[in-house]
T-cell receptor
Framework: AQTVTQSQPEMSVQEAETVTLSCTYD???????LFWYKQPPSRQMILVIR??????QNATENRFSVNFQKAAKSFSLKISDSQLGDTAMYFC??????????FGKGTRLSVIA | DVKVTQSSRYLVKRTGEKVFLECVQD?????MFWYRQDPGLGLRLIYF???????EKGDIPEGYSVSREKKERFSLILESASTNQTSMYLC?????????????FGPGTRLTVL
């Protein structure tokens, strides 16, 4: 069975600094997708960034970027120039084909002014 | 603007009651999902559906059932609510289209069973 592991239950970062959230996964599939979702306090879960496994280039969305290491099965999220609005739970997730997402247990990120 | 809506943000029920949680999406998505979210446990899949009248068990289906009579609506049913079902329930939907597998989430229903 596929598993997704987020080893950092909680993290904090100073405003304007850079922070990296870790995620590792285990799969025998060769073609799959990886996602980072953000869940702000009392607000809806939204997609931050996605990566297709067959693409070697790391995905980037404004201040959010990933470091995708396929051989190491690692998929970390880097947030640059952290803002107070980045305070949230962040979930790493995996899927292949039409299967349901497999989620990690989440990392609670606090951005400190 | 794409949208997944859930019938209630907060719900309080008594032990033994039958509870219905409704989810509606307006994106014509084939796939719909129900998760529960608990601190330290992340999101756990309860049931999912790939088409009308189809359902598949997820990781923790015990104590729950689902109904999908229309494409846009996916209901989660707690046949006899128990205190250990107090949780946040999240509904999501996605397309079956190639490469269009992002899941869109509803706002969640925080259920308390007394």
């Amino acid at each position: 069975a596929q598993t997704v592991t987020q080893s950092q239950p909680e993290m904090s970062v100073q405003e304007a600094e850079t922070v990296t959230l870790s995620c590792t996964y285990d799969t025998s599939e060769s073609n799959y997708y990886l996602f980072w979702y953000k869940q702000p306090p009392s607000r809806q879960m939204i997609l931050v960034i996605r990566q297709e496994a067959y693409k070697q280039q790391n995905a980037t969305e404004n201040r959010f970027s990933v470091n995708f290491q396929k051989a190491a099965k690692s998929f970390s999220l880097k947030i640059s120039d952290s803002q107070l609005g980045d305070t949230a739970m962040y979930f790493c997730a995996w899927l292949s084909g039409n299967t349901p997402l497999v989620f990690g247990k989440g990392t609670r990120l606090s951005v400190i002014a | 603007d794409v949208k997944v809506t859930q019938s209630s943000r907060y719900l309080v029920k008594r032990t033994g009651e039958k509870v219905f949680l409704e989810c509606v999406q307006d994106m014509d998505h084939e796939n719909m999902f129900w998760y529960r979210q608990d601190p330290g446990l992340g999101l756990r899949l309860i049931y999912f559906s790939y088409d009308v009248k189809m359902k598949e068990k997820g990781d923790i289906p015990e104590g729950y059932s689902v109904s999908r009579e229309k494409k846009e609506r996916f209901s989660l049913i707690l046949e006899s609510a128990s205190t250990n079902q107090t949780s946040m329930y999240l509904c999501a939907s996605s397309s079956s289209g190639q490469g269009k597998n992002e899941q869109f989430f509803g706002p969640g229903t925080r259920l308390t069973v007394l």
